[in-house]
């Protein structure tokens, strides 16, 4: 689970510091977990709930502060957590950040399916289940709706834009989890609670055997930018709709729009 | 020493889509030296003559390819590219490009950057451009490893216009470690435009108060021979299908002309359609954000304003 700035901000509120390349949150607007990745606990807490001897970690990778959509996975039936968060571990590509997941995942060991959101909220790339599948050695299967586990194998019902596939893979597999497959589960306060109670342990760097050459970027990220906006609404004007809409007409007709 | 530009067709019903001649265009203006295609597949080496404006195109044709596999397509796509050797590699921001790329990166060590809009080269580097925090900030990415994976927006790039076929060079890759398998597939029905592909889309939002309003924005998408797209909310609510949702957390869209209706222009919303060419608003609330992003709009209510376009548009095409 990714921790992100809130992303249902009005675009105007939207700001970047271009000189440290980063976003700066409007003032009083949350960290949230990234859309996708709570569907990814939902997918496993699905899974939990055909088996309940299935065991469900949640990892994190980020800032102090993560520990907190760590607890909202936990208080949705996850088991444990594990924030892998140092200084070190600030700024990296998405490269880097499969590096330290997968690491996490070796060290955890004995992981049968690993579940990531199809793309992050902030940066769109969509890349982080798949390059942790190619660190780990597993088959991927991406833009899952529904996700079951059967007999050492995993079944996915991929949904696509022109069709759905049905598509199997043996243990351990990583999937990718599309919003398709459904609202994440609301957490009760006494599950909120127990959130509390559960292990939650903190690693660094050092404790993954990673230095800064296993961490060097592949990809820079040489400028952020706010593009600039020139449009300037023509707004149609007329004393009825039916003049509004003509008018509308006509001008999409001489634009050649339609 | 890595050299060129290869680029990956895509091929449907034996005809090369539109984005492989976006990509070939987008290869060529780069300047990165010779410009080749691979193509993939079960079946495919007879569409290789169509591809054209590249040097050389690379056909893997196995039986094992007939579905699409990430683990089957990143074999044939990792023994091409080293068969190329090349400095960069261009996929489409497709189903098969967005799901192929990482994996393609993870196999070669190299880095992948996602959904490019504009690219040029610089020192030598490929750096490329995307949408990053749902469409409301640019980030300019750059590689320090090669080959450059990048996949580039249907639409983004201008295609070329003929050219001659390059050679064929076929090339055998190992299919033994696929470890997926599609054990079915259903196409979704091919009534009317699909949302990606069309180049008007109407979406409503949830001002439009009830599922049963869509009925003027399906005429108005008939009337234009265009697709209808939702809001999430909408899509939350149940009115339309998820599969219509333009969004963050939906489907992207870069149609000629966007009309939203009765949609406020949300980030989320914002992140989906902020790439359409033209946006119309149709909104009574004449702050709504969607009119920031507009180039034209109706300040009113849809209840009036629809019927009234649909006859307005109607009328002026029958004027010819």
């Known amino acids: ?258 | 020493m890595p050299n060129g530009v290869l680029i990956l067709a895509e091929v449907v019903d034996g005809e090369v889509v539109a984005i492989t001649n976006e990509l070939v265009g987008a290869a060529q203006r780069l300047g990165a030296g010779p410009v080749s295609a691979m193509l993939i597949g079960a079946g495919v080496e007879g569409a290789a003559a169509k591809v054209t404006g590249v040097e050389k195109t690379y056909v893997v044709d196995d039986a094992a390819l007939a579905q699409y596999t990430t683990d089957g397509y990143v074999a044939a796509a990792a023994a091409i590219a080293q068969q190329a050797d090349p400095a960069i590699i261009l996929l489409g921001q497709t189903d098969m490009g967005r799901d192929l790329a990482p994996a393609l990166a993870s196999k070669l060590g190299t880095a992948v950057a996602m959904d490019t809009i504009a690219m040029e080269m610089n020192d030598g580097k490929l750096h490329t451009t995307r949408p990053a925090y749902g469409g409301n900030a640019r980030a300019v990415n750059s590689f320090s490893t090669e080959p450059a994976i990048a996949t580039v927006r249907p639409k983004s790039q201008d295609a070329i216009e003929g050219g001659a076929a390059g050679a064929v060079e076929k090339v055998s890759a190992d299919m033994s470690g696929v470890r997926t398998n599609v054990v079915d597939r259903q196409e979704a029905s091919a009534a009317g435009v699909r949302l990606e592909d069309a180049s008007v889309v109407v979406s409503g939002g949830r001002g439009l108060g009830s599922p049963e309003n869509f009925a003027g924005i399906e005429e108005l998408a008939k009337v234009l021979g265009g697709a209808v797209g939702c809001s999430r909310a909408v899509a939350d609510l149940g009115w339309r299908p998820v599969a219509e949702q333009v969004g963050l957390t939906g489907k992207v869209v870069s149609p000629t002309v966007y009309i939203a209706v009765a949609i406020s222009g949300a980030s989320q919303h914002m992140a989906g359609c902020s790439g359409s060419k033209n946006i119309i608003a149709i909104n009574k609330d004449a702050d709504a954000n969607i009119f920031k992003a507009a180039r034209f709009g109706i300040v009113g209510d849809f209840k009036t304003v629809m019927p009234a376009l649909i006859d307005a548009i109607k009328k002026v095409k029958d004027e010819g």
């Open chain 1, 1 to 258: 689970m990714k921790q992100v700035p809130d992303w249902d901000i009005p675009p105007a509120s939207f700001k970047v510091d271009e000189a440290t390349k980063k976003v700066v949150p409007p003032p009083g607007v949350a960290a949230v977990a990234s859309q996708f990745d709570e569907i990814a606990v939902e997918a496993a807490m699905r899974i939990k709930d055909a088996d309940n001897s299935v065991k469900v970690t949640v990892i994190s990778l980020g800032a102090p502060t993560a520990r907190e959509v760590i607890k909202k996975g936990l208080a949705m039936g996850a088991d444990e957590g594990v924030l892998i968060s140092d200084d070190s571990l600030n700024n990296l590509d998405s490269s880097a950040v499969a590096t330290v997941l997968s690491s996490a995942i070796k060290k955890l060991g004995d992981v049968d399916l690993v579940l990531t959101g199809r793309q992050a909220v902030d940066w769109d790339q969509g890349t982080t289940g798949t390059l942790i599948a190619g660190m780990i050695d597993a088959p991927v299967v991406t833009f899952a709706k529904a996700v079951a586990v059967n007999d050492g194998k995993v079944t996915v019902e991929r949904v696509l834009p022109d069709a759905t596939e049905k598509v199997e893979a043996p243990l351990p597999a990583v999937v990718t989890v599309s919003n398709e497959l459904g609202e994440p589960r609301y957490p009760k306060l006494q599950q909120i609670m127990a959130a509390g109670k559960k292990p939650l342990q903190t690693w660094a760097a050092a404790d993954l055997g990673l230095d800064a050459p296993a961490l060097a970027p592949k990809l820079t990220l040489e400028s952020l930018f706010v593009p600039v906006v020139d449009t300037k609404v023509e707004i149609m004007e007329g004393d009825t709709p039916e003049e509004q809409a003509m008018a509308l007409a006509r001008r999409l007709k001489e634009a050649k729009l339609i």
